[in-house]
């Protein structure tokens, strides 16, 4: 579904990434782990069109999003939760879910409602909060509402980027059973995150990203038993 190609993004003078390759197939949870500041939201910022890579291409499905805007990306179906959770905090709950639908044709109502309906589904707490102003609400209720926000945009390919960041024990259990949840539905994930333990008890593969490079790959959970893994991402000796 998805095929990241010698992709090197530079900040200016710095280079953030040095060439990376990696693909998502249909179906997949596949995961990015690394050390802060190796590359991963920045791999997702590019594949979504935020940032525009120095060389290299994006394909999805056939189609290269190297010159599309961002919004064109989103009609495609290639959809991000961005890290921090980005949710507009002066604006409900009901409202944060509307503005995921900003780029569906107004023809697909229907299923526009139908697919909030599945994501309040997913998340009942924020049933329960629909007129609340979305900055009032909770880390973790945040992290809820920008999953949920992007699931109305009806993504055929879903980026997380750190969703548990900042998040209590038992909060992330619930986002990443409610990961497997989304995945069982149908919908392939491209997860970005920190939290190695949990993102490779969740995903089918993982890349390893340090310092712009992919340094392992593989089947989660042999990269999870292996030695290197366990000692650098994982606290065991």
Do not use: C, W
């Not at 900040?11 to 693909?23: Q, T, V």
């Amino acid at each position: 579904m998805l095929e990241v190609r010698d992709l090197k993004v530079n900040y200016g003078a710095i280079k953030a990434l040095h060439g990376i390759s990696l693909r998502v197939d249909k179906g997949e949870i596949v995961t990015l782990i690394g050390s802060n500041g190796a590359g991963k939201s920045t791999t997702l910022r590019t594949i979504s069109g935020l940032l525009r890579p120095a060389e290299g291409d994006v394909i999805f499905e056939g189609q290269s999003l190297r010159n599309m805007p961002a919004h064109e990306i989103v009609r495609l179906g290639v959809v991000q939760s961005p890290e921090g959770r980005g949710v507009f905090p002066n604006m409900s709950v009901e409202e944060n879910l509307k503005l995921g639908a900003f780029a569906r044709p107004a023809s697909e109502k229907a299923q526009i409602a139908a697919d909030r309906e599945r994501a309040l589904n997913l998340f009942p707490r924020l049933r329960e909060r629909l007129k609340q102003s979305a900055g009032t609400l909770s880390g973790g209720e945040q992290q809820m509402l920008a999953m949920a926000r992007a699931l109305v945009a009806k993504p055929r390919l879903l980026l997380l980027d750190e969703p548990s960041l900042g998040l209590a024990p038992q909060i992330v259990q619930t986002i990443f059973r409610i990961i497997r949840d989304i995945n069982a539905g149908g919908t392939t994930i491209l997860l970005v995150e920190q939290n190695a333990h949990m993102a490779l008890q969740v995903a089918h593969r993982a890349y390893v990203l340090e310092v712009g490079k992919i340094t392992m790959e593989g089947v989660a959970k042999e990269l999870a038993s292996s030695d290197e893994i366990r000692k650098a991402y994982l606290g065991h000796g």
